[in-house]
Structures are given as C-alpha cells and as structure tokens.
C-alpha cells in the first residue's frame, strides 16, 4: 500500500507519515524545506527498513511545482492508494487591515496544491477504481474566528474542494474525506505560551486518519472534526 502526503517535513503530515509508515506503508513525501524534510525521511529509513520510503522538496505553492511533484510520483509506477493533501501554512489578519497580497498567498499555498495535485493523480485512481483522498482542511473552514481573514477564507474553499470532489468521485469508488481539526500541538504553537496540555496531539490527528482509511469499500468517513477537549482555542 502507498501514502502519498505533502507537507510531510514536520507536524500533522510528519506524524501521519510516521502513523502509516509504522503499520506497513509506503511513504512518499513532500515539503518545501529540504533539511527538515531529509531529517523525516532519515528518521522513517531508519525505523522502517523494509519499507519504501521516498521524499523531495517542491515549493507546491507554485503551479509548476504542484505538477512536477505528482509527475515524481507518477515516474515510481506504483498505484496511490492514498493522497493527503496537507500543505498548508498560517498567516494572521482580518479581512480589513491585513497585508496585500495575503488573501492570494493563503489560496495558493491552502488550497491549489491539492487541486493540482489531486488533478494530476486521480486518472491512475479511476482507472483502478479504487483509492482514498484526506484533504486537511480545519477548524477555521467551518467557523470565523477573530484574526483568521484570508487563512479562514481559503480553508473554506478546501472544504468546498473536498465537497465537490466527494460527488464527483463516488461513482468511481474513490473516497474522499474533508479533516477539520482543532489546535494540535506543533511548530507553530510551540513558541505561543500556552501550556502544551491545552493541544492535541498531532498523533491524535494521525490516527484516526488511519481508522478511517481501513473501513471497507463500502463506506466512507466524509468528515473528521476534532477539537481539543476543552474547546478551540
């Protein structure tokens, strides 16, 4: 079985490579930071010998990249039996006072990755008929939030992605589930001053990506929401 996850280099996508990798998957990874995308695929060679363990950094936010990554994939001649669309990054702001250009960088980086990407692997899925798309939406996609702006804006156009494409691929028996969780514990927060307890872990995230990807054919897990016990933050 073969896991494709971009945005593996570090948090919710190094601990689904991680999560996959230990119950006998394949792995094959992409992130725009190099080093801190090796550190993983070092760190997964090691814990998994006899596993088939590729990465490579692509900036996915631009169109070229997004293609040439899956065009990478495609060269292994492996079917893809799942695609995480994870790629993703934060910038805070409201609608009326943030950076211009903010709303652009949040679309392309948040949500044309898994569209172009998706795009460029799903005809090896029809064909087969069979395959699982996770795209990593949050919170943020159901809900406004003080000094979300763009970053809320394209997560909710994820969420419409991933709607979309549910319909349309229900008749080629491919599934496809929108994730939206809360805050996890990564990078991002690690510098905030909130106690650490206060988080999910991004194991927690991992995991029941992986439950949900074991049902049998004839079900589909359409939506996660996870939150973290007492509430967003």
């Not at 490579?17 to 119950?23: G, I, N, Q, R, S």
């Not at 702006?149 to 494409?165: C, T």
Request: hydrophobic content about 45%; glycine content about 8%.
């Amino acid at each position: 079985m073969n896991v494709v996850i971009t945005g593996g280099s570090r948090g919710l996508g190094k601990a689904m490579a991680e999560k996959f990798a230990a119950e006998g998957y394949n792995i094959y990874l992409a992130a725009r930071s190099e080093i801190l995308l090796y550190n993983v695929l070092e760190k997964l060679m090691n814990a998994n010998p006899d596993l088939v363990i590729k990465a490579k950094s692509f900036d996915l936010s631009v169109k070229a990249e997004a293609i040439a990554f899956a065009s990478w994939i495609r060269g292994f001649n492996v079917p893809i039996d799942i695609l995480i669309n994870n790629v993703g990054t934060f910038l805070p702001g409201s609608v009326f006072n943030e950076a211009d250009g903010q709303l652009e960088k949040m679309i392309e980086t948040n949500l044309y990755p898994a569209y172009h990407i998706t795009r460029e692997l799903l005809p090896d899925m029809i064909a087969k008929k069979s395959g699982h798309i996770f795209n990593i939406c949050s919170i943020a996609s159901l809900q406004a939030y003080k000094n979300g702006g763009s970053y809320s804006i394209s997560k909710f156009a994820l969420s419409g992605f991933s709607r979309n494409l549910r319909e349309e691929l229900k008749p080629f028996g491919i599934k496809v589930t929108g994730v939206y969780p809360g805050a996890a514990y990564t990078d991002s927060w690690a510098h905030s001053g909130v106690d650490e307890a206060r988080f999910m872990e991004p194991e927690d995230i991992a995991r029941i990506i992986f439950d949900a990807s074991k049902l049998s054919a004839r079900a589909c897990v359409e939506d996660i929401i996870l939150r973290p016990q007492l509430g967003d933050l």
